[in-house]
């Protein structure tokens, strides 16, 4: 911090220990000093808007989204007739649609009851722009709207995250955990692939929620035309939604899901 010439205020400072419940009781549960502040350290804390419990479930993180997204439809709702479609759609974006795509790489491995929580304020919102009832099927209107499902916007956002490392748009730390196999395991048969990336072994179930395994376990179950690293973002993205939404409306989205909650 020196050396950006950056001062730390250590009142506004706050303490978290991440790990399972056997390694936190393990660790020391007293106050530290920092400069003049003595921080005492807490199970849940907030940086850059996301929620953070102490086990990494997200589920804090998830309430506060559904908490807000809900807020944000009760004060629609009283406008919404007097809305046109595509009006109704804008406001949606603005204030319901980028809070569940906000961060939403860091829910991939979460709990499906989690991921179902933030589904129902998506259908919600779709129930309130079209006018669906509640006693009617959701899945063809989300269709008709060309929304991707939140479990669908969170490989998505993976996948593109995985396009931007292998082209040099991300940082350092990212890129350095997206290795095509053909450059990691020169000479087996598995290195004759040359847009497939290798994903890492792990033992624990936070060792599948990292970057490095499913991120490349997702652009892995990609088709060839669209994993192609040489494609532009804006043809990748394009292609990849539309992926998606076929899947979707095809009822062909195991393999997606089988790979997020793996």
């Keep these: 911090m020196r050396v950006s010439r950056l001062q730390l205020n250590a009142e506004r400072t706050q303490l978290i220990w991440l790990g399972t419940h056997q390694q936190l009781d393990k660790l020391p549960t007293g106050d530290v000093q920092l400069l003049s502040a003595s921080i005492r350290p807490q199970s849940v804390v907030r940086d850059l808007g996301v ?4 086990h990494l479930t997200m589920a804090d993180h998830v309430t506060t989204v559904c908490r807000a997204g809900y807020y944000q439809l009760r004060q629609l709702r009283q406008i ?3 809305l046109t479609l595509t009006v109704a759609q804008t406001l949606v974006q603005a204030f319901i649609s980028c809070r569940l795509d906000y961060c939403n790489s860091l829910l991939y491995g979460i709990a499906d009851s989690q991921l179902r929580q933030l589904q129902s ?5 779709a129930r309130l722009i079209t006018g669906t009832r509640r006693t009617e099927h959701i899945t063809p209107v989300l269709q008709s709207l060309h929304w991707l499902l939140v479990r669908q916007r969170i490989l998505c956002k993976l996948a593109v995250l995985v396009y931007k490392c292998l082209n040099g748009r991300a940082p350092a730390y990212l890129a350095d955990d997206c290795r095509l196999i053909c450059h990691r395991r020169a000479g087996l ?6 847009t497939k990336l290798d994903v890492p072994l792990t033992r624990t179930t936070f060792g599948n929620r990292l970057f490095a395994v499913n991120g490349p376990r997702v652009w892995n179950s990609l088709p060839a035309s669209i994993c192609n690293p040489m494609l532009s973002l804006t043809l990748f993205s394009n292609r990849l939604k539309s992926h998606l939404i076929c899947s979707f409306s095809s009822c062909g989205i195991c393999l997606f899901v089988c790979c997020c909650v793996a």
Aim: charged share 10%.
């Design 51 to 54: 929620t953070l419990y102490s």
């Design 189 to 194: 048969r598995s290195s004759s692939d040359l």
């Design 121 to 125: 304020v998506q259908n919600a919102a």
């Design 80 to 82: 919404t007739q007097s």
